[in-house]
């Protein structure tokens, strides 16, 4: 049963799916690293892989940019195809001092000064977080691989031109990197009673004027793709496909 985003049946995504913003980005990964791979949506262009990683059953899908972008991916995903897990895959600006370029972090809470929430009717805000199940996870792979990840707080903005320069603010409350996705994503997880998990690498420190590649940002942050894979074969024993 598609939709009018995604193509395809229940049972063409596995449990867990990896979302990265660039649908090249979900190619690369599915090129590189998964086997018995095939392509599962074609739809306006934003890709999706099936595969296996270490024989354990494992999707790839391009999100797009924004909240409004993977606040649909997501919804149909958890919805129409069932699946309980979303690891998004992306960059993000690094905000903190101590954030350096091609740093990883894992999205514990995303800030946002998106409406997002809004739909939801509640009486109050949100504080959207990420699974615990999937950070502690992702964590203590990091820490096996030996790959440095810092956890803390994202800031999920609307505006990638911010004409207000609030950026600094954001800095001042702890905020360690700012990216466009997060808070819709674990939003769209809680309302639908599944797991959701933002890993970033910064491609870039606005405040510090400092920036990779366009090249780089597709294809060269190898250690993240590495992280949510090996997070998803631990996974894999606790979900079949």
């Not at 979900?26 to 990683?53: S, W």
């Not at 960059?91 to 903190?96: D, F, K, L, M």
């Not at 603010?169 to 769209?188: F, P, T």
């Not at 690498?201 to 294809?219: G, I, K, M, W, Y």
């Amino acid at each position: 049963m598609s939709t009018p985003h995604l193509q395809g049946n229940k049972g063409d995504y596995a449990k867990t799916v990896l979302m990265p913003g660039d649908p090249l980005r979900a190619k690369f990964i599915a090129d590189n690293y998964l086997e018995n791979v095939r392509c599962v949506n074609e739809i306006r262009g934003m890709l999706g892989f099936t595969g296996t990683y270490h024989g354990v059953p494992v999707s790839v899908q391009g999100s797009g940019m924004g909240q409004p972008s993977i606040g649909i991916y997501s919804y149909e995903l958890y919805h129409e195809f069932d699946v309980q897990n979303i690891i998004r895959i992306g960059t993000a600006g690094g905000v903190a001092e101590e954030v350096k370029l091609r740093d990883i972090v894992l999205g514990q809470g995303a800030c946002t000064n998106s409406n997002y929430a809004v739909q939801f009717g509640l009486p109050g805000n949100y504080a959207p977080i990420a699974s615990f199940r999937l950070l502690r996870t992702a964590a203590e792979t990091a820490e096996a691989l030996g790959i440095k990840a810092k956890v803390g707080n994202l800031f999920s903005s609307d505006m990638f031109y911010d004409d207000a320069d609030s950026l600094a603010k954001w800095q001042k409350m702890g905020v360690l990197a700012i990216e466009m996705e997060s808070a819709a994503l674990y939003m769209n997880a809680a309302r639908a009673g599944r797991d959701a998990l933002c890993i970033c690498t910064v491609s870039d420190c606005p405040l510090r004027q400092e920036f990779t590649s366009a090249e780089e940002r597709q294809t060269g942050f190898t250690d993240m793709m590495k992280l949510a894979l090996e997070t998803v074969t631990k996974l894999g024993a606790e979900l079949p496909f």
